[in-house]
Structure formats: structure tokens, C-alpha cells
């Protein structure tokens, strides 16, 4: 993987103490990001970490995750498709003192309430964008494409539900997710790749989250 977060442990010789494990990875739609995990934070966190702020300026980067010990042990129930996300991704460790990331305990019933909870919040958000009527394609389009990119980690739950790998592109993604949920998201992936979104689309979209989140309703788990 072609890091480009290689050089950012000088950036945090502040808290060098605290570092247990630096992770970049690479999403589906091959941006980079990269996490950070500290045993705990330290006093005057944000003053520490400074450097870490102008390094990520300086060299256009995405703003890493930083997180502690604690954070991951208490946040596997609430926000188990972000770490799901994580750990499906292409990634590399530039730090590892304990990998933290590797064999996380994740709940299949928790990873079900989320992706209900993330299908009717982008049900529920969509409309009220397109109630404004601020319907011009461009809009359309901004509007179709943030929601569909905010949704990947939560089309991942299917895959950790059903036990199956995670595809490493986004068409094989939806198709790939299609055939486990039964619901067509081959629609998902053109609509990324379109340059003009009309109403018609948005339509068919929350049609399609609708079917989605009245699935994850009674969706089954071990």
C-alpha cells in the first residue's frame, strides 16, 4: 500500500509515550486515512498535538482518528460499523506496540441495530434535503453521492453478518451485498459514477432504503 502517512510518528514524538499502535488504510473508494490509538489521552492533549495538526496541513491529509484503550473497549457496541470499517480495509501498521485493531469482539445484534439506525437516519435526512427544494441536479447529485459514500461501512455489516470477506471495491461491494440482502444495490454504484442525478433518482434511492431498513427490522443474527 502506497502510505502516505509514513512519516507521521515525528509529528508525535509529544505523546510518543502514550502511542500503542498507528494504522493507515485505504477505503473503498481509495482515499487514505489513518488511526491513532493512545493508552490514554494526556494532559494538554491539544497542545501535544500540535505538530500532529500542521503535519496533516502541510502534507493535505485526511485528519486521523484518534482514539485510546478506552474508547475501543466501550465503543464496540455503539459503533461497531466504524470499526468494521477499519479493520476491512487495506491497511498497514506504521506503529504497533499492541494491535488493538486485530480479533475485536463486535456483537452481530449490535452491528444490526446500526445499520437499521444508519438506513433510516439517511432515509430520514434525504427527505428533508429534497423537502428544502434545492432540487437542481448539481445538488442532486452532492446530496445522492455523500449519502451512498456515508452508507459503505454500513453495507459492510452484511458481510460481517453473514461471515462472508469483504469485497475491496465498491461495485463489488453492492453487488456482492445484493445477493446476501436480496435488494438490488447495483443502483448504488452507477449513481457514484453519474455526472447528473434527476429526482427520479433520489426516488428510487429512498425506495431503496426503505426496503433496507424495514429488512434490518427483523433481520436475523445469531
Known sequence: MNNPYSGI???????????????????????YNAVIILDEDPDGWLEKLSPLAKYIHKHKLNLPLIINRRFIKYSLDSYPLEFINIISCQRENILVKEDL???????????????????????????????EGKM???????????????????VKGFFFLSKQPYPQSSDELFAQAALICKIDLNAFAIWMKKTEIELADIERYLS???????????????
Open 9 to 31: 510518528l515525528n509529528s508525535l514524538s509529544n505523546v510518543s509515550d502514550r502511542l500503542i499502535q498507528v494504522t493507515a488504510y485505504k477505503d473503498l473508494l481509495s482515499n
Open 101 to 131: 485493531l486485530a480479533n475485536l469482539q463486535i456483537k452481530p445484534a449490535d452491528v444490526r441495530l446500526q445499520m437499521e439506525r444508519e438506513f433510516k437516519s439517511k432515509w430520514l435526512l434525504t427527505r428533508q434535503v429534497i423537502l
Open 136 to 154: 437542481n441536479s448539481r445538488n442532486l447529485r452532492h446530496t445522492l453521492q455523500l449519502s451512498i459514500t456515508a452508507l459503505i461501512p454500513c
Open 208 to 222: 431503496i432504503l426503505n426496503k433496507l431498513m424495514e429488512l434490518m427490522e427483523t433481520y436475523p443474527v445469531e
